[in-house]
């Protein structure tokens, strides 16, 4: 059943136990429009991760919608920054160094430094 | 799948979603497993980051949910406006959808059964209820509360107000008839213990 119901968030096979959880409920997205922008973050698990702050008290659909949006953008823009460390070095396979300089580079990118332990 | 959640700071966006944007970005590359690791932990770093400004700005609006408006403004402040054209975009698109979706409903409340059907549908209704209430075993002051006493008969009303009304008398009926066989079954579960 959950992994059914990951299926549209992706295989289930390398998540932990409570991730595969929050994974079941099926995204919100308006998965019926024509031309559909699906998201390609599980709506249900962003808005989990923004309800796990103790302090955000609701959040609108909407809101987590552009959210979601917003973390696909940066996932892009990180990736491409670590592909140009990668370039620079001569490599083809990205490596962790190559995400670690992308984010000492960028300002905007200090807040993850507490992820690089 | 029901089973006790564990603590929620494990939660994390799903591999496999970053792998796919990894590789729309970054077709016909190689990237490292730890490098992986290591972005779908900044997506959610992100994801709090983002929500936990956008919900001091929210506080500060004093508003109770977190709009849109609360979300491109934490963007701004947090130095990532280049993604608020694109994000913008999006929340037009989801506008447009959540409208088109609204208009569909009620255009389907408004096709279909034509209104004297749907009246006579009522009575039928009402005529039901009025006959299920009668078949109570009244024993013990064993009453159901979530029956009316009278049913009010509804004056002729708009027609996706009377398919409304409707839903809601089904419903209320299945609900009826669900709370008359769980007393009826307790009712014969007591008698039989008392008669051993």
Redesign the interface.
Known sequence: ??AAA?AG????????????????PQPQA?TS?PGA?LS???LA??K??????P??????Q??I???A????????T???D??CC?QQGKR?????R???NA?EAV??FA??E???D | ?A?S??????????????????KE??PN????N??RE??V????????????E??EICNKSEK?????E???QA?ES???GS?IS??KE??Q???T??L??RKASSRLENLGIPEEELLRQQQELFAKVNSNKQNWPNRNGFKCSKLPNKPNLLLPQPVHLIRQDLLRMKKMMMISEIHQLSFFFLYKCFSCTTKQ
């Open positions: 059943m959950a990951a968030s992706g295989t289930p096979r390398e998540e932990e136990g409570p991730a595969g959880e929050a994974a079941a308006p429009a922008r390609r973050l599980p698990r962003v989990a991760l923004v309800k796990a702050d302090d955000v008290t609701l959040a609108g909407e809101a919608f552009i959210l949006r917003a973390a696909e953008l940066f996932v892009e990180i990736a491409k670590a592909y990668a083809k396979t990205l490596q962790r190559d995400l670690d984010i300002d905007e807040f993850l507490g992820t690089l | 799948m089973s959640s564990g603590n929620d700071d494990d939660l994390t966006i799903p591999r496999a979603a970053i792998n796919k944007m990894i970005t970054l590359v190689r990237v490292a730890d490098a290591l972005v932990n900044c997506c959610t770093e992100f994801i709090h980051l983002i929500s936990s956008a919900n109770k949910t977190i709009s849109p609360h979300v491109i963007l947090l130095g990532f993604y694109e994000v999006v929340l698109e989801c506008k959808v959540a088109k979706r």
